[in-house]
């Protein structure tokens, strides 16, 4: 079982900038692609940003492209998105995961709370 533990949301306002961490375990930051992903409240989880193992290609949902940045440090076995210029409608609670997420929702951790309110 996968153990992810995110940190680093925050009560903001708009134009703000925040980088969010996540502790994985090193067999899982060593050998899977991971992403990013948030839940806004009344939604559905939804997919931000992933990147392959190794640290290579990194890809972004439309919403969040040109204003984060993700990355990995293996070494550390931690994964980070950092958001730039941010908007009311990045609120949401912030979890990262393998990509693609597996079936077992056991899997989630209990993410990190983003509030961006003027």
């Known amino acids: 079982q996968v153990h992810l533990v995110e940190s680093g949301g925050g009560l903001v306002q708009p134009g703000a900038s925040l980088r969010l961490s996540c502790a994985a375990s090193?067999?899982?930051?060593?050998?899977?692609?991971m992403a990013w992903y948030r839940q806004a409240p009344g939604k559905e989880r939804e997919y931000v940003a992933a990147i392959r193992s190794g640290g290579g290609d990194a890809f972004y949902a439309d919403s969040v492209k040109g204003r984060s940045t993700i990355s990995r440090d293996e070494a550390k076995s931690m994964l980070y998105l950092q958001v730039n210029n941010l908007e009311p409608e990045d609120t949401a609670i912030y979890y990262c995961?393998?990509?693609?997420?597996?079936?077992?929702?056991?899997?989630w951790g209990q993410g990190t709370q983003v509030t961006i309110n003027s």
């Open positions: 090193a067999r899982t930051l060593s050998s899977d692609d």
């Open positions: 995961n393998t990509y693609p997420a597996g079936p077992d929702p056991r899997s």
